[in-house]
């Protein structure tokens, strides 16, 4: 009589986390370039 | 400089977005419970959405006023928006699909409506919206529009009998019964009608629940040709008003033959005594059927089927959608068509609308019933070694004649064992005794089982009653006693330390003095009352030293109490 | 130390011989004569903070007076940590953090480079946790019973709380055997200047660590209010967010502190610290960047991870939006193009902007964000006799701050007999 | 009882230290069964409470807090608000109107398996004790952790005293001792609350669910939640109509915690060899680093 069970997947978002991790790693390349630029 | 100026800029704008920040963040009002979409009155109104077709929509559902296109299309007639099939309108939208699909069908729709529109547009006339924005209304987006349910009860059936049959002469009840020869090869012919084999619509046309195999196979026809309870009852029902209507119309009776959604679908549905007088459709069913099981432990019973009909609302609410006896479906051991429940659990279930003792339970919920049978747990097969008067009560054995007892009196009460007025002294300390009209009581009982014919029959003797609040003692046991049955003699005042769950005289008496007052909706002394604030004073009468002096005294004790222990010391606000 | 009176700015002439302390008695005379301010007493900085810290002084008995309660702080049932919990222990803990990054770099890395600001910041770092994390005194409501955790026979070795209470006494000790070879120095004692110096190393490993565990320690104890944190903010990481970004927290606050005591210490500082300070600065900018980013992107991992999507669109989500992009995402370049384009001003700002975005962080967790669906009626904001005597701690740092600077060797050069090679 | 305890601490002293209650760590494991001693709570059948606010009288009156004047004409404006136990009141009554009719809840701490407040106290001051009650003592400092750590907002805090201290019902846990029910379940004239071991208590709240499945929902709050409460409460309605929380997960709330404690050990053990290495690395590299200082002046 009350709420149904229902599956909660808590790897639901891990797909995404890998994902913003590639981005993370392609950025931080260009950052760490943009940091370490000969300064003007 | 210039920077300078950019960083004063910046520095501002970041100031004012913090304080603007807090002031919402604090002003937020808590989203932690989701409201509940709000619904409208369905005024002919048709909430359009078809989920399950679109799934997920992308605009908003279409409100659809079906009640103006109805007055718009009085003469073109229904045919012009919904399909015909041979003679008959089928109620379904749009006209015509081209194909399977999502897109088909919003293309349809869009079709449908946007051509029919700008067409009268053109010839000028007043017609609805074209663009996408007028009918997808993102304000109407939660709006749920909900028809109560039509219930075709005694009265209505009755209704068209009648009409029906000073129409043709004779009551030929084939215009709406009819039953599907699944064996038949020629689908035109399936349809057939024989006199007394009337089923409910439900019988077929509701999907999903029934069992066996040979009313799977029907619905899945039924299924096959989209004629759900829904779209079945508007076809069978509207077509024939649509027939009748004008003629009707022409004498002047504005309401017969309804086909506006809310003239059925009222929301207001008769209640049995309503419906009591109303004579039932016959299927030459007999009055008083004797159910006997072959081979079955148990006596007959002699089941008063005339008063049983005169006492529900449908047939449906105990045979299911079959009209059949219930041995046809429900064996000793239980078939498939009877869902696997045998004819003792049939009959015994305590918690299944269709079953006896299911039925009078619902009915011992009613309130006047409630206060003392709240607290006696339900009884079915299951229950061990119930008493013999409990089975014997229906199950006679005798054919055809029902026992019935005579109604209960008090006259034959011994007064001076039977006491007017108890007085209950329990909360002595706190307040005068509480006085408790026994007798009164008893009457008010008495007359609450002889009024109902249901309680006349099984509670039999007056003893019942005095169980309702003596649970638990034996009359012939009380006979030899000369104390009265007093809750003292099995409910202690003090807790039991072995037994910390069995009730206390103490709240045996509020339990079950407030539980009966409540259950029968006696406001006076029911803890409804705790609303008005008014509580104890309903029975216990104020005395001298009662609750408000002994918060005084004990707020003083505390106090005192407390003065003498620096680390607890209390100190008011 | 709330008894003397500040100088102005007034060049100290190398000392050269260093007071020589034989017994008790030459210490006190020593003290007693460098107690005695200096230079001229009324310079406007004086004149304001002076009433502000008696008064804040006033309402600390106040406070021990009456209880916590109103009038002296808005606490109630709903909020049982407000500002001092949340500002002067969480945030200024996070500001101290610049201490132990610094060591980090210089003492275990080498960065000769940062060498010059090292003792100031550490300095800076012992004072914050000297009174900032001591202002928890004020906030706890038993404080006769502070003790407890250290002595007697119930340890709750169970608690989070247990091991930063641990933790803030150990890294004072650290500290202070940090800073003490300055001190050795002022005192002019040789031997134990040698001995010091050599425990320097030791202390600074031992301290780092406790830093890290503290630091994340501090978000751990928010770990039990799960239910009450918005979900935005709440996650299982959060110790990791908070050493995160205790790193670019402490480092902004040493930019921006050491901005500051160049203008007002400038003439004690040597020439070439004064050369290197502004590639020292430009150098601290682009680790800030660096960590900034880092964390940026735990952030966005976060948000994703505990299914807190759906609630960006809303206030709430606003106002995490805001926090996120607006002080860690923004500063983060400002401070690169800073360091790019060799602009102190710019990295000043972000810098500022930064300590902004910690201070906003930590109240989030601490107040703001929790609790957050209770009545405004029910809501806690800082009174004003809390806020007074916070301002009133701090300012006392700040006077023991540059009381120090002005007596110890900290941004001038050691003594030359002090002057060791490591 | 605060004073009781109060000197067996000062008696017991540092010399305490070593009496392995350092080396036991503090959270307590009860699991019904494999421990002798049982968890004891309370039943509350909330279609019983009639409202009558008696408990929070008699609750009062034990643990010497100020006594509510529970006579009608007060009771009447009181329950119109929904209320929070105070720091002058460890049990309150809160009236909901509901799809079936008024229902009465009575409040008090939930004395969970696994207490927030009891793993949040860095002095041992909460305790859950073998009995399962959560009980708070003297050598409290008041740092309020407890009051964050606890999913049921129960400690609260006296903010205005000078010697303040947190208060929380503790299931009377001296009236335990002497073997007497807690005041509450004493003068529940209906017999609402029902005081047990867990096993029992939760054996009937099952049993009463089943016998009346209509009455009931079939959900027992405490069973689970927060990893199991000794305070557990049936009812007819769902929990979130009765002013329950619904979100708090069925984790034991120490269990977040651990994530961290866990962790420190190692970091003790690992943060120092990898820096002591670093810096060993980084002497060799000395005119490196010199190096970089050129590029880093010009």
């Keep these: 009589m009350e709420e149904l069970f229902t599956y909660y997947d ?28 000969k300064p003007f | 400089m210039n920077r300078k100026l950019i960083f004063f800029l910046v520095s501002i704008a970041y100031l004012i977005l913090i304080s603007y920040g807090l002031y919402s963040v604090y002003t937020v009002e808590a989203t932690l419970r989701v409201k509940e979409p709000p619904k409208i009155k369905p005024e002919n109104k048709i909430a359009i959405a078809r989920t399950e077709i679109f799934g997920k929509l992308e605009r908003p559902q279409v409100i659809f006023n079906h009640g103006k296109h109805e007055e718009a299309f009085k003469k073109e007639g229904c045919n012009t928006c919904h399909p015909e099939k041979d003679g008959q309108i089928l109620f379904d939208f749009p006209k015509t699909v081209k194909k399977k699909g999502k897109t088909a069908v919003m293309n349809a729709y869009h079709d449908q409506c946007i051509d029919c529109h700008k067409k009268s547009s053109s010839e000028n006339k007043k017609t609805g919206p074209v663009n996408c924005g007028d009918c997808h209304k993102e304000k109407e987006k939660a709006i749920q529009v909900k028809y109560p349910v039509f219930e075709f009860d005694f009265y209505v059936h009755d209704k068209h009998v009648k009409k029906l049959k000073e129409k043709i002469g004779k009551d030929d009840c084939g215009l709406c019964h009819h039953s599907y020869d699944i064996n038949e090869e020629d689908e035109t012919l399936a349809l057939v009608y024989e006199k007394g084999t009337e089923e409910s619509c439900y019988y077929c046309h509701e999907f999903g629940k029934k069992r066996g195999p040979e009313l799977t196979a029907i619905t899945t026809v039924a299924a096959k040709k989209g004629l759900d309870i829904r779209s079945a009852s508007h076809q069978q029902c509207l077509n024939c008003h649509l027939k009748y209507k004008e003629e009707y119309l022409k004498k002047g009776e504005k309401e017969a033959c309804p086909t506006e959604c809310s003239k059925c679908h009222t929301g207001k549905y008769r209640t049995v005594a309503e419906l009591e007088k109303i004579v039932r459709p016959d299927r030459d069913q007999k009055d008083k059927p004797f159910i006997d099981i072959e081979n079955s432990k148990m006596k007959g019973v002699t089941f008063d089927h005339k008063s049983h009909e005169a006492n529900s609302k449908t047939c449906r609410s105990c045979h299911h959608e079959t009209l059949n006896a219930c041995d046809t479906c429900h064996s000793l051991t239980g078939k498939p068509e009877g869902n696997g429940i045998n004819v003792a659990n049939a009959y015994h279930h305590v918690f299944s609308e269709h079953s006896c003792a ?200 505390v106090a005192k109490q407390n003065k003498n222990n620096i680390l607890n010391v209390w100190r008011p606000k | 130390m709330a008894g003397e009176k500040l100088e102005t700015v007034e060049i100290v002439k190398e000392k050269d011989e260093s007071p020589n302390i034989k017994n008790l008695g030459d210490f006190w005379n020593f003290l007693k004569k460098e107690l005695i301010p200096r230079g001229n007493i009324g310079t406007p900085f004086n004149v304001i903070s002076l009433p502000i810290m008696l008064l804040g002084y006033v309402f600390i008995v106040l406070r021990l007076a009456y209880g916590l309660g109103k009038p002296v702080t808005n606490l109630n049932q709903e909020y049982p940590w407000g500002l001092w919990i949340g500002f002067d222990v969480v945030t200024g803990v996070a ?25 100031a910041t550490v300095l800076n770092g012992f004072l914050a946790y000297l009174f900032y994390a001591g202002a928890i005194v004020l906030d706890i409501g ?66 780092i660590t406790l830093s890290t565990l503290h630091q994340s320690g501090l978000g751990a104890l928010m770990m039990m209010a799960k239910s009450k944190i918005h979900p935005l903010w709440f996650t299982e990481f959060i110790p990791i967010l908070y050493f995160v970004s205790s790193i670019f927290a402490g480092l902004s606050l040493v930019i921006f502190e050491g901005s500051i005591s160049h203008k007002v210490f400038g003439p004690q500082i040597d020439e070439e610290h004064h050369k290197s300070y502004d590639d020292i600065v ?23 991870h505990e299914h807190a999507l759906p609630y960006l669109n809303s206030t709430m989500g606003f106002w995490y939006l805001f926090e996120v992009i607006g002080f860690v995402l923004v500063p983060c370049f400002m401070f690169v193009s800073g360091a790019q384009q060799k602009n102190l001003s710019t990295i000043k700002f972000a810098a500022i902007l930064t300590m902004l975005g910690i201070i906003l962080n930590r109240l989030n967790y601490t107040f703001i964000a929790y609790n957050w669906f209770v009545p405004l009626s029910e809501k806690y904001w800082p009174a004003p006799m809390e806020l007074i005597i916070t301002a009133s701690i701090i300012l006392t740092e700040i006077w023991a701050f540059r009381w120090m600077v002005n007596r110890m060797p900290v941004l001038r050069k050691p003594p030359a007999w002090a002057i060791e090679k490591h | 009882m605060d004073r009781r305890n109060f000197l067996k601490i000062i008696g017991s002293g540092v010399a305490g230290a070593a009496t392995g209650n350092l080396l036991t760590p503090g959270r307590t494991l009860a699991k019904e069964g494999t421990s002798a001693k049982e968890l004891y709570g309370i039943l509350v059948d909330t279609t019983r409470c009639i409202g009558c606010r008696r408990c929070e009288l008699g609750c009062a009156e034990v643990n010497g807090l100020p006594i509510p004047d529970i006579s009608e004409s007060k009771n009447e404006n009181l329950l119109k608000t929904i209320r929070k136990t105070s ?59 407890c009051m964050i750590s606890c999913p049921f907002d129960i400690p609260k805090f006296e903010y205005n005293k000078a010697m ?31 005081f047990g071991s867990r096993r029992q208590i939760l054996d009937e709240g099952k049993r009463r ?63 120092p060899i990898v820096m002591l290495g670093m810096n060993r690395a980084t002497k060799k590299s000395k005119e490196d680093e010199g190096h970089h200082e050129e590029k880093g002046k010009h």
């Design chain 3, 282 to 304: 430009i150098g601290l900018a682009r680790i800030c960047a660096v960590a900034m980013f880092g964390y940026f992107f735990l952030k966005a991992i976060l948000l994703v």
């Design chain 4, 164 to 194: 303040p201290r947190i208060q929380k019902c503790n299931l009377c846990y001296d009236r335990y001792n002497n073997g007497v029910l807690p005041a509450c379940v004493e003068v529940c004239p209906t017999q609402a609350l029902m």
């Design chain 4, 209 to 271: 669910i089943a016998a009346n499945p209509d009455k009931y929902i079939e959900h027992i709050y405490g069973e689970y939640e927060v990893g199991g409460t000794s305070h557990l409460y049936i009812s007819s309605v769902p929990f979130e109509q009765i002013g329950f929380r619904k979100d708090l997960g069925t984790v034991a709330y120490p269990e977040y915690s651990t994530g961290f404690l866990y962790a420190v050990p190692f970091i003790f053990v690992l943060w």
């Design chain 4, 87 to 145: 720091d002058a009141q460890y049990t309150i009554i809160n009236r909901y109107e509901t799809e079936k009719g008024t229902i009465f809840v009575p409040k008090r701490c939930m004395h969970c398996n696994q207490p927030g407040c009891v793993a949040a106290c860095l002095v041992k001051a909460m305790r859950k004790r073998p009995s399962g009650h959560v009980t708070w003592d003297l050598n409290c400092i008041g740092c309020r952790l």
């Design chain 3, 142 to 207: 038993r404080w006769w019973n502070i003790y407890n955790p250290m002595v007697g026979n119930n340890f709750g070795v169970n608690a989070v709380m247990f091991l930063v209470a641990w933790h803030f006494f150990l890294y004072m000790i650290a500290a202070l055997i940090e800073f003490s070879p300055t001190i050795a120095e002022w005192l002019g004692m040789k031997r134990l200047r040698k001995i010091l110096g050599a425990m320097t190393l030791g202390a600074v490993i031992f301290g």
């Design chain 3, 95 to 119: 500001f101290a953090g610049g201490a132990y990054v610094l060591c980090f770099i210089v003492y275990v890395l080498r960065a000769e480079k940062y060498h010059p600001i090292i003792r």
């Design chain 2, 358 to 557: 299911g039925c009078h339970n619902k009915k011992k919920e009613e309130k006047k019933c409630a206060g003392c049978h709240h607290f006696i747990p339900a009884m079915d097969v299951e229950t061990m070694n119930p008493k013999k008067e409990t089975c014997t009560a229906c199950h006679s054995g005798k054919k055809d004649q029902i026992a019935m007892p005579k109604p209960l009196s008090t006259a034959g009460l011994n007064k001076d064992k039977v006491k007017k007025e108890v007085e209950i002294k329990v909360l002595e300390k706190e307040f005068e005794p509480s006085k408790f009209p026994h007798l009164d009581i008893i009457d008010k009982l008495v007359k609450v089982s002889n009024d109902s014919k249901m309680a006349t029959y099984f509670h039999g003797n007056l003893q019942t009653l005095c169980e309702g609040c003596h649970h638990r003692s034996i009359a012939q046991a009380e006979a030899q006693k000369d104390t009265p049955p007093n809750c003292k003699n099995c409910h202690m005042t003090a807790y039991d330390g072995q037994n910390l769950n069995r009730t206390r005289l103490l709240s045996a008496y509020h339990r079950q003095c407030m539980g009966c007052h409540d259950k029968m909706g006696i406001e006076k002394g029911s803890s409804v009352r705790f609303k008005e604030g008014d509580r104890c004073g309903t029975c216990h009468k104020k005395k001298v030293g009662g609750p408000t002096e002994i918060t005084h005294i004990k707020n003083q004790n």
């Design chain 1, 10 to 37: 808590m790897f639901a978002t891990k797909g995404v986390e890998y994902l913003i991790i590639i981005v993370f790693l392609i950025v931080i390349l260009a950052f760490w370039k943009f940091v370490n630029m």
